[in-house]
């Protein structure tokens, strides 16, 4: 990959694999800023031949992206056990 390419986005962004949880899909997609990760993730469901989305973004830092992959599953666990299927309307 050139210097022009890696300074200017050039690279595909990782896609992250899905966590199936009681009939969910979970992406952890943390957001870089500022050196550090912010909690994200996106929730997932078919409902009715249609994919459902919700976007979970939390204030949460963390200094490693693994770390906020691990956080992001796991609220967006508990998110999915607070709310089921009213996360989406």
Sequence with gaps: MSLLSR???GSKPET?????YNGFLIFAEPMADGGKFRLAARIE???DGE???HTLIRADMFESRESACT???SKARQVIDE???T???
């Design 45 to 47: 469901k078919e409902i």
């Design 87 to 89: 996360l989406f309307t």
């Design 71 to 73: 956080a992001a599953i």
């Design 83 to 85: 709310s089921g299927d």
């Design 51 to 53: 994919t459902k989305t």
């Design 16 to 20: 992250p694999e899905p966590e199936a």
């Design 7 to 9: 300074l200017f986005g």
